[in-house]
């Protein structure tokens, strides 16, 4: 692993508290829905259908964006890439793709559980199926807060997400987007755009 830059910066530390955090969401959705009877395993079903697999198109507009962000040179755009080098990199520069890959699929089973999952699935009863959407997805949003910019774009992608559960009636399909989109974030801005490629590594 590459010598750290930062020495405040403990990166098994950091990396064990994103762990915990993902995969506490996770948990803490299956608890709720024990408690509450509102299981968000229940939405996911181990199939594939037409549209299970539509939804992985998804993946195309958010990696889109992500790139918009990643090169033009708006000034908002340049706050959160100042923000992804200073947490991001140092965070994630050092995996190896096997590991950024579980760490990016945690992220998507852990948050779409508690989301897409759980929270929608109640609010839907309190609010309707339109507030259920917004409210997860603002919420989503605020959860990823780097900058109000960056927010609103997770909020939006949180929308998406909330899309691809709703149209193929299947989580598993905004966990499987969730996570894949994730990895190929972190690739693109790790191994390409920052040049952190290890040895054998792409």
């Known amino acids: 692993m590459e010598e750290n830059p930062n020495p405040m910066f403990d990166q098994g530390r950091m990396l064990t508290w994103a762990v915990f955090v993902e995969g506490g969401l996770g948990l803490l ?6 408690l ?30 992500f790139v918009c962000v990643s090169y033009i040179p708006w000034k908002p755009f340049r ?6 080098d200073s947490i991001m990199v140092p965070l994630f520069g050092g995996l190896t793709l096997f590991e950024l890959f579980w760490m990016a699929m945690l992220a998507g089973v852990g948050e779409e559980l508690f989301f897409r999952g759980f929270l929608h699935l109640w609010l839907t009863e309190q609010v309707g199926l339109l507030g259920a959407v917004l409210i997860t997805s603002i919420l989503f949003g605020l959860l990823h807060w780097m900058t109000a910019v960056y927010a609103i774009i997770a909020a939006a992608m949180g929308a998406l997400l909330s899309y691809c ?3 193929s009636d299947n989580l598993l399909s905004s966990i499987l987007v969730h996570g894949l989109y994730d990895f190929l974030a972190l690739w693109l801005y790790l191994r390409i755009i920052h ?8």
């Open 29 to 34: 959705a299956i608890l709720l829905g024990w």
């Open 36 to 65: 509450t009877g509102y299981n968000p395993l229940e939405l996911i079903r181990l199939e594939w259908s037409a549209t299970f697999g539509l939804t992985l198109l998804a993946v195309a507009p958010m990696m889109i964006l």
């Open 79 to 84: 706050s959160i890439r100042q923000l992804l």
């Open 165 to 167: 559960m709703l149209f």
């Open 195 to 202: 040049g952190k490629s290890r040895a054998g590594l792409p």
